[in-house]
């Protein structure tokens, strides 16, 4: 495994991997990886593709300074963890790499990313499209993959790549939990042992919710409600949004039909959490 600092370095071996003649995946990530993280990474290599990994964590995309600063940072450990799932190749670049003093062209989405996380977070989907098109501009990649951990950006990166023509294929990975139902995230790291248990009313009220519809339930407001009566349980816990939307346009509807999912975003210890799950009869929770 080849671990890259310069976007040099990165397109010598991008060139030499397309003369090789393998099909190519990208996985971008911010570090700090779990099992959510290499699970994409196995995604990457069922479609027999050779893995690189881009560990980058992004200013642009956070709208406090104090977040940025407080995002776990461990590269040697991800490193080991990146070589025994049989990556290639790392990227690692720092903020002056991507961002030079006199960067000053971004990319900005529309309608998908107004909502939710774009409302709470601005700018944050400017900064998440603008990084992910120089990385997919510098890769070149067959593929690239992303989580469904974070719906509202699996769906902005796709139009984004449809938009402006990347011809790359998005695959999407399924999102994966901890033992306790809570969805991995870098961010856990920060919660205190009361938070993390508070935490859990997050991954449970949505099972509720999809276990209501499993069982019939149609009305977005119902559904919407499981989710908000078990998060009220927890006096730790103050919620930013539940809503019931559409996969395709991420628009709240009254009734579920078609691919729908729950989106829900909570602050536990001053962590922000996020956390959705799809409307669907096969169980993924
Ligand atoms: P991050 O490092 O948090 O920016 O995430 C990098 C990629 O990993 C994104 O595509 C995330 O959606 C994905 N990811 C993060 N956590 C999980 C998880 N628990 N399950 C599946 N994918 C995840």
Not at 4 to 11: A, G, N
Not at 84 to 102: D, I, R
């Amino acid at each position: 495994m080849q671990v890259y600092r310069s976007c040099q370095e990165l397109r010598e071996y991008i060139g030499a991997a397309a003369a090789r003649g393998h099909q190519r995946a990208l996985v971008p990530t911010m570090g700090s990886l779990h099992r959510g993280h290499i699970s994409l990474v196995r995604t990457a290599q069922s479609r027999q593709a050779e893995v690189a990994v881009s560990i980058f964590v992004n200013p642009s995309q956070f709208n406090q300074r104090e977040d940025f600063e407080k995002y776990p940072r461990e590269l040697e450990r991800d490193l080991a963890l990146l070589q025994e799932a049989g990556v290639s190749a790392v990227f690692a670049p720092s903020e002056s790499e991507l961002y030079g003093p006199a960067f000053q062209s971004w990319i900005e989405p529309g309608s998908l990313s107004e909502r939710f996380e774009g409302a709470s977070r601005k700018g944050h989907f400017r900064g998440v499209c603008t990084v992910v098109a120089m990385l997919l501009n510098l890769a070149r990649p067959h593929y690239a993959v992303f989580g469904e951990k974070d719906f509202q950006q699996l769906r902005i990166v796709e139009q984004l790549t449809q938009d402006l023509k990347l011809g790359v294929e998005i695959l999407r990975s399924p999102l994966v939990r901890d033992e306790d139902g809570v969805a991995l995230s870098s961010r856990n790291a920060r919660l205190s042992p009361r938070g993390r248990e508070a935490a859990r009313a997050l991954s449970r009220g949505l099972r509720i919710a999809r276990d209501a519809f499993i069982g019939g339930e149609r009305s977005a407001l119902k559904l919407r409600s499981y989710v908000i009566e078990m998060l009220q349980t927890e006096p730790l816990i103050a919620t930013d949004y539940v809503a019931v939307v559409r996969e395709g346009d991420l628009q709240e509807l009254p009734t579920v039909a078609g691919n729908c999912r729950i989106l829900a975003a909570v602050t536990v210890d001053s962590v922000r959490l996020i956390d959705n799950v799809a409307l669907t009869e096969k169980p993924a929770l």
